[in-house]
C-alpha cells in the first residue's frame, strides 16, 4: 500500500466530514480486497501498535474480525494456512492485556 496504513485509519476515525471518511473508507476496502492476507497482517501489527491512538486502535481489531468472518461459502479465515493462522492467533490475544478497555475489547 502506498499511503501509511497508520494516516490511513487515523484519518479514519478522526475524519471531519462524511465525504473525508469515506475516502479514508475506500482506502481501507481497496486494500483489504486487493490483498486480504497483508491486510489482515497489517491489522493485527496496528492493533499492537502502542504509538497508534486508541480509536485507531480498536478500528484495527473491528476489521480484523470483520474481515476473517468474511466469505459467501467459506469465511476467509478458513482460507489461510494453518501457519497463517497461528501467527494471527498470538498477535490478536496480546491486545487482551492492553490497558486500554476499548482495545482489549475490539477483537
Request: hydrophobic share 35%; with cysteine.
Amino acid at each position: 500500500m502506498k499511503e501509511d496504513i497508520c494516516e490511513i485509519l487515523k484519518g479514519c476515525v478522526n475524519s471531519k466530514s462524511n465525504e473525508e471518511r469515506e475516502a479514508y473508507e475506500a482506502k481501507i476496502r481497496t486494500f483489504k480486497d486487493t490483498n486480504p492476507q497483508e491486510f489482515l497482517n497489517s491489522m493485527t501489527q496496528q492493533l499492537n501498535n502502542q504509538d497508534l491512538d486508541e480509536g485507531a486502535r480498536h478500528l484495527t481489531g473491528i476489521l480484523f474480525k470483520n474481515t476473517i468472518k468474511a466469505g459467501d461459502d467459506t469465511p476467509l479465515w478458513f482460507t489461510l494456512s494453518e501457519e497463517v493462522r497461528t501467527e494471527f492467533k498470538s498477535r490478536i490475544l496480546a491486545p487482551l492485556a492492553d490497558n486500554l478497555r476499548s482495545v482489549r475489547l475490539s477483537g
